[in-house]
T-cell receptor
Framework: NAGVTQTPKFQVLKTGQSMTLQCAQD?????MYWYRQDPGMGLRLIYY???????DKGEVPNGYNVSRLNKREFSLRLESAAPSQTSVYFC??????????????FGPGTRLTVL | RKEVEQDPGPFNVPEGATVAFNCTYS??????FFWYRQDCRKEPKLLMS???SGNEDGRFTAQLNRASQYISLLIRDSKLSDSATYLC??????????FGSGTRLQVQP
């Protein structure tokens, strides 16, 4: 089991460029999440998907779009990157979110710099 | 008011010391809580779960005080390898877990 995988690990973009961050999990989890983490700050939820075919906004969705391609994959797209989107992006998955024992498992992160 | 509040630290302790972190939460209906560990520039990893009054795993003890709405993490016999940021996490039953901003621990030789 690879767990949660993310690609790429590092990326540098110019302002206005677009890109897609990829995330996949092999744990058969229903729920998947995208977070960003800025220096000295906590994790902020961008978007999440409670199950295949559904997506919902988190606390900081502006400037991003997501696609839950299938149960395994959840991608995050920046249509027109801005310097304010320089951050570390973490993808996470969770079995169902309906059991008190469920918790989230994180991928290794993508470090994005927008110039 | 933030839903999960933690002292950012840093807590600087010598090897072998006992250190404790507290975390307060705002939703009295929350069922479960977690402590995650995050090393510099790495992903958060689950350290412990807390469902009832507490949980113990080796040198680590997590306790839940529902009356005062806080959870704590106690680390005994600190090791250099315990240096990390510890994230307090609340499951409010909503869309995703709610993460605190973390408490940084530095264990010194």
């Amino acid at each position: 089991n690879a767990g949660v995988t993310q690609t790429p690990k590092f990326q540098v973009l110019k302002t206005g460029q677009s890109m897609t961050l990829q995330c996949a999990q092999d744990m058969n989890h229903n729920s998947m999440y995208w977070y960003r983490q800025d220096p000295g700050m906590g994790l902020r939820l961008i978007y999440y998907s409670a199950s295949e075919g559904t997506t919902d906004k988190g606390e900081v969705p502006n400037g991003y779009n997501v696609s839950r391609l299938n149960k395994r994959e959840f991608s995050l797209r920046l249509e027109s990157a801005a310097p304010s989107q320089t951050s570390v992006y973490f993808c996470a998955s969770r079995p169902t979110g309906r059991s008190i024992t469920d918790t989230q498992y994180f991928g290794p992160g993508t470090r994005l710099t927008v110039l | 008011r933030k839903e999960v509040e933690q002292d950012p630290g840093p807590f600087n302790v010598p090897e072998g010391a006992t250190v404790a972190f507290n975390c307060t939460y705002s939703n009295s209906a929350s069922q479960s809580f977690f402590w995650y560990r995050q090393d510099c520039r790495k992903e958060p990893k689950l350290l412990m779960s807390v469902y009832s009054s507490g949980n113990e795993d080796g040198r680590f003890t997590a306790q839940l005080n529902r009356a005062s709405q806080y959870i704590s993490l106690l680390i005994r016999d600190s090791k250099l390898s315990d240096s990390a940021t510890y994230l307090c996490v609340e499951d409010t039953g909503r869309r995703a877990l709610t993460f605190g901003s973390g408490t940084r621990l530095q264990v010194q030789p």
